[in-house]
């Protein structure tokens, strides 16, 4: 099930943040992100540092800075695999010239974190 969540970017920093607005209970830092969980082990939050080098790879265009400030909701999963698990990310980005475009990527963790 997908959750809802806002998103939050520092353009000085290239920090983007998708959160779901859920309380977090514990946060795990692990390679380029930080992942929230709430009570009950669910991913309520990330946090991608260098974001718009790190989201290159999954864009056509290379996405700047000015785009991921024009982002405000996403749509935040998880698949669990075996051995890790993909954090699922839908965000709806903006062009300059109008119009926008559903982005989905995802982001590995180690299933270890969510156990």
Same mark, same amino acid.
């Given at each position: 099930? %997908?959750?809802? $969540?806002?998103?939050? !970017?520092?353009?000085? =920093?290239?920090?983007? !943040?998708? !959160?779901?607005?859920? @309380?977090?209970?514990?946060?795990?830092?692990?390679?380029?992100?930080?992942?929230?969980?709430?009570?009950? &082990? @669910?991913?309520?939050?990330?946090?991608?540092? &260098?974001?718009? /080098? !790190?989201?290159?790879?999954?864009?056509? &265009? +290379?996405?700047?800075? /000015?785009?991921? %400030?024009?982002? /405000?909701? %996403? @749509?935040?999963?998880?698949?669990?695999?075996?051995?890790?698990?993909?954090?699922?990310?839908?965000? =709806?980005?903006?062009?300059?010239?109008?119009?926008?475009?559903?982005?989905?990527?995802?982001? +590995? $963790? +180690?299933?270890?974190?969510?156990?």
């Amino acid at each position: 099930m %997908a959750l809802e $969540a806002k998103v939050d !970017y520092d353009s000085e =920093e290239d920090l983007l !943040y998708i !959160y779901s607005g859920i @309380k977090i209970h514990d946060s795990v830092e692990f390679d380029q992100f930080v992942i929230d969980f709430s009570a009950d &082990n @669910k991913i309520v939050g990330i946090e991608f540092f &260098n974001a718009s /080098k !790190y989201l290159e790879k999954f864009f056509e &265009n +290379p996405i700047d800075r /000015k785009r991921l %400030a024009d982002i /405000k909701n %996403a @749509k935040l999963s998880m698949i669990l695999q075996k051995e890790f698990v993909l954090i699922k990310v839908l965000m =709806e980005i903006p062009f300059e010239s109008g119009g926008s475009t559903e982005q989905i990527f995802t982001a +590995p $963790a +180690p299933a270890a974190l969510v156990a």
